[in-house]
């Protein structure tokens, strides 16, 4: 088994206005240094897989039929090894 | 002319579509669990708002798959009429019957309260009762309204006259302080390049009778009898 760690974000462009916000109440925290914040995602699944390659077959898949809307929004993965 | 409502769990607005259609207007009208396949017997399908799946993972990204949309997708392939209000809306845009996404209102908060809406299409089975430039009045209620589409989609959908309704002010000028969300250039409410599918975050259904706050609602649900009539006489 393969465990896939899955990172969603808005897409480079898109306005993300919860990550907006939460970079003001870093400035208004004295975190001026703070340049950008993105909001996004995080996602861990466990799967049947005998091969890595098999496993980011099955993330590309899920990713792109349902846990992104690749109309705003982006993603990036990594595999280990699980169990 | 026969209504399906379809009834997602979660789904909240789905009493309030029923009474438009069957008291309103007086059309035999069902309720749709989701898990239902064929919708092959009715005109006219809506998709009600709410909070279909919790709003999990993104507003309508699991009703999506529900056995009814698939029904869906082919009555919208037949010609059939296919309304979607607020949730219904960001179901047939993850669904791809609709082109472009919602994102999170801009200021983050939940917004409920009455806007006006400026008619932008006259033409569509949904709204040709009204004039173009018509000022609507209808209550909007979502935090997930803020519409996306690229440029290239956006120049489509002008392209081909697919932007029914935008927020504006009272005098009809679709202002920045007149958009509730932060939507791409005000955009309230489309069609699909047929016309026979319409997505609007406003509630024409909560706008019906006077003592709810007034009737503008009806051009829409009136619009679609008298389409289908029209084309069934």
Known sequence: MYKAKIW?????????????????????????????VRMGKFM?????????????????????????????EDYTFTLEVHG | MRFGVVVFPGSNCDIDCYHAAKEILGQPTDYVWHETSDLSSYDCIVLPGGFSYGDYLRPGAIARFAPAMQAVAEAAGRGKLVLGICNGFQILLEA???????????????????RHLRLENNT????????RGQILRLPIAHADGNYYIDELGLAELKRNNQIVLR?????????????????????????????????????PERALEN????????????????????NHA
Not at chain 1, 48 to 71: I, K, M, Q, Y
């Open chain 2, 211 to 230: 003592i709810t706050g007034g009737t503008d609602g009806q051009l829409v649900w009136t619009s679609i009898l008298k389409w289908w009539e029209g």
């Open chain 2, 167 to 203: 927020y504006c002010d009272a005098e009809g000028q679709p202002t920045a302080s007149a958009n509730p969300n932060g939507a791409l250039e005000n955009i309230a409410g489309i069609v699909n390049r047929r016309g026979n599918v319409f997505g609007l975050m406003p509630h």
């Open chain 1, 8 to 36: 969603v974000t808005l897409r480079q462009g898109i306005l993300d206005p919860a990550g907006q916000a939460v970079q003001k109440g870093l400035h208004s925290q004295g975190f001026g240094g703070v340049r950008d």
């Open chain 2, 124 to 131: 569509t089975p949904f709204t040709h009762l009204g004039e």
């Open chain 2, 96 to 114: 791809g019957l609709l082109p472009g996404a919602m994102r999170r209102n801009d200021h983050l908060q939940f917004r409920c309260e009455t």
């Open chain 1, 44 to 72: 861990e699944l466990v799967l049947d897989a005998t091969s890595e390659r098999e496993a980011a077959g099955l993330v590309r898949e899920t990713c792109e039929r349902l846990l992104v809307n690749p109309v705003m």
